[in-house]
């Protein structure tokens, strides 16, 4: 599978698990490392970070790949691509662990180049050529090397029966058109319906059924097997609802139920033989990092701002929007408590301390420009490096002296109660992941009242407080502690309804009783994330107060040094 290949983008923006960042430079030839060539990369396990995605940076003569579990490398060692964070079905075998704990790997690689990123889709749903093609089998290599050599990975492959999406003609046969010029260059466009602006109408000549499936394929979250038998070009168009979708099953069946009504094409969930790759050995502990390999692998060097305009922003503007374009980044109508927190990367507003009173209510514009041959949607792909180069900018305008310490704030903490989970089984892969287990309902469907889930396997309830803040997402904003005293580990799902999406129902429902004039507003439907783990796993998650870092202001003025 291609690098970061942006498979149908309106569909899968939400399930994005992977971000590639890079340095605007000139592409030229792409020469592989020789796998006779010394290795040089450090490796090491990662930090704790509430995320569970990994990153793919990429710049001149560096690779870097943050915070990535074993099967993550295997993945990307082979051309797969995880898909939005599930198991991967087609990795086999190997210790408990592999798809749960993390590693950061960079490397340098003397001949590799990064390129212009590409305008994006021009077409709605349909991805243009990928310029990472041609670089993608070095990178390959030396993430293959890395798993090698650092890891002393062992596997072999085989055809096992494997979960997939098996394509097939209806019944009645397809409803497709023979290509009028069947010599023509494929192509598909999908534009907006303009008679109905809520559906999307993908349009395709010259195009043959394995060609269209590739287009799409990974809205899906398992290969799309052709058993079709259709070679031949083919002229047609599909329509597609789209603005309604919130989950990859509302994705699959929209395909699914257009590709059937209006082409004649099926497609079936079900197992069919592929190729699985089965790890026999792999190292948790990654061989040691040369003793000079800070000399070997120097720091990025640090990108400035050339040019930046702060001003107040306009009552009138859309606030805390971030835009991009040319050499240009535009922080619009952003208050200061806003900026620190995405400046120094901070999970939450509140752990900025000694506050002035104006921070939340002054806001700000700010206009920033760099060098003119850097591209400002490469940098903004590389959070650490646009969180820098705003830290000195915030600095040094607004004259900000601080330091780090602790502050006590409320914090999650996680409780015994009446546990509800299944015991795992101890052998069993360890994972938590989005959505809900393999061959069961999603809960957050477009009609539903939840707006997130997740499902974890084989997992302490040491593992679960560390990770549910990046499952949890916007709904926790510190590290969990664990204090629930289980041993074991469980299996379990969680579903759950977003603070945000309850106050806005709540706000509904009091705006509907007054106009009713009813003494009290109708309940509101949905699951706290608080009442969800009290429910559904039988623990307890509550709000105590606790120690946690901050970053306390020693200085900062209001008003920024002039422009």
């Known amino acids: 599978m291609k690098i970061l290949r942006i498979a149908v983008a309106l569909l899968l923006a939400s399930f994005a698990s992977i971000l590639l960042a890079q340095t605007s430079l000139p592409a030229g030839d792409q020469a592989s490392p020789s796998s006779t060539e010394p290795l040089i990369a450090d490796v090491h396990g990662s930090p704790y970070r509430p995320s569970?995605?990994?990153?793919?940076?990429?710049?001149?003569?560096?690779?870097?790949?943050?915070?990535a579990t074993i099967v993550?490398?295997?993945?990307?060692?082979?051309?797969?691509?995880?898909?939005?964070?599930?198991?991967?079905?087609?990795?086999?075998?190997?210790?408990?662990?592999?798809?749960?704990d993390r590693f950061d790997v960079v490397a340098m690689i003397p001949f590799l180049r990064a390129v212009n990123p590409n305008d994006g889709l021009p077409n709605r749903g349909i991805p243009p050529e990928n310029p990472y093609d041609k670089i993608r089998p070095g990178l390959e290599q030396v993430v293959e090397r890395i798993l090698e050599e650092r890891f002393h990975l062992e596997y072999h492959t085989e055809d096992r029966p494997l979960p997939g999406f098996i394509v097939t003609v209806a019944k009645d046969g397809p409803k497709l058109t023979v290509a009028k010029d069947p010599t023509a260059p494929n192509n598909c466009q999908a534009p907006r319906d303009k008679s109905n602006p809520e559906q999307t109408l993908i349009t395709c000549t010259s195009e043959t059924i394995a060609q269209?499936?590739?287009l799409f394929g990974d809205v899906f979250r398992h290969?799309?097997?052709?058993?079709?038998g259709l070679e031949k070009p083919y002229d047609f168009t599909l329509r597609l609802s789209v603005d309604q979708l919130r989950t990859r099953e509302d994705s699959i069946h929209a395909y699914t139920e257009a590709?059937?009504?209006?082409?004649?094409?099926?497609i079936s969930p079900g197992d069919t033989a592929q190729p699985a790759i089965v790890v026999e050995q792999v190292d948790h502990t990654p061989t040691p990092?040369?003793?000079?390999?800070?000399?070997?692998?120097?720091?990025?060097?640090?990108?400035?701002?050339?040019?930046?305009?702060?001003?107040?922003?306009?009552?009138?503007e859309p606030q805390s929007q971030i835009h991009f374009s040319g050499s240009q980044i535009t922080f619009r109508n952003f208050a200061m408590r806003e900026l620190l927190t995405r400046a120094w990367q901070l999970p939450t507003g509140a752990m900025v301390g000694n506050v002035p009173p104006w921070l939340d209510h002054v806001r700000y514009t700010i206009l920033v420009k760099l060098p003119p041959e850097i591209d400002a949607r490469a940098v903004s792909q590389d959070q650490d490096?646009?969180?820098?180069?705003?830290?000195?900018?915030?600095?040094?305008?607004?004259?900000?002296?601080?330091?780090?310490?602790?502050?006590?704030?409320?914090?999650?903490?996680?409780?015994?109660?009446?546990?509800?989970?299944?015991?795992?089984?101890?052998?069993?892969?360890?994972?938590?992941?989005?959505?809900?287990?393999?061959?069961?309902?999603?809960?957050?469907?477009?009609?539903?009242?939840?707006?997130?889930?997740?499902?974890?396997?084989?997992?302490?309830?040491?593992?679960?407080?560390?990770?549910?803040?990046?499952?949890?997402?916007?709904?926790?904003?510190?590290?969990?502690?664990?204090?629930?005293?289980?041993?074991?580990?469980?299996?379990?799902?969680?579903?759950?309804?977003?603070?945000?999406?309850?106050?806005?129902?709540?706000?509904a429902a009091d705006a509907a009783a007054k106009q009713a004039g009813a003494a009290t507003a109708a309940p509101v439907g949905g699951l706290s994330i608080q009442d969800a783990f009290r429910k559904e796993l039988g623990l307890k998650f509550e709000k105590q107060p606790g120690s946690y870092p901050a970053l306390i202001l020693d200085h900062i003025e209001q008003t920024p040094t002039e422009n």
């Not at 898909?83 to 798809?99: C, K, M």
């Not at 990092?289 to 070997?296: F, G, Q, S």
Request: hydrophobic share 40%; charged share 25%; proline share 5%.
């Open 52 to 67: 569970i995605n990994f990153t793919v940076n990429i710049s001149r003569q560096r690779f870097e790949m943050r915070n």
């Open 72 to 100: 993550n490398m295997i993945d990307f060692a082979h051309g797969r691509e995880d898909d939005d964070g599930r198991e991967d079905s087609a990795i086999l075998g190997g210790p408990t662990w592999i798809d749960f």
């Open 212 to 214: 269209f499936l590739a």
């Open 223 to 228: 290969p799309l097997i052709d058993h079709t």
């Open 259 to 266: 590709c059937s009504k209006q082409l004649g094409i099926v």
């Open 289 to 316: 990092n040369a003793p000079e390999i800070a000399k070997l692998i120097p720091a990025r060097p640090d990108l400035e701002f050339e040019v930046a305009t702060i001003r107040p922003a306009a009552d009138d």
């Open 385 to 507: 490096q646009l969180a820098n180069m705003l830290q000195k900018l915030l600095a040094d305008r607004f004259q900000i002296k601080f330091h780090w310490g602790q502050q006590t704030q409320d914090g999650w903490v996680l409780l015994a109660g009446t546990p509800k989970m299944k015991k795992a089984d101890p052998n069993s892969r360890s994972f938590c992941k989005y959505g809900p287990p393999e061959g069961e309902r999603d809960m957050r469907t477009a009609e539903s009242l939840y707006t997130g889930e997740f499902h974890c396997q084989n997992v302490t309830m040491a593992q679960l407080a560390d990770i549910v803040q990046s499952m949890a997402k916007s709904e926790i904003k510190n590290r969990v502690a664990n204090k629930t005293g289980l041993a074991g580990s469980y299996d379990f799902a969680l579903y759950y309804t977003s603070d945000r999406k309850l106050r806005t129902d709540a706000a």
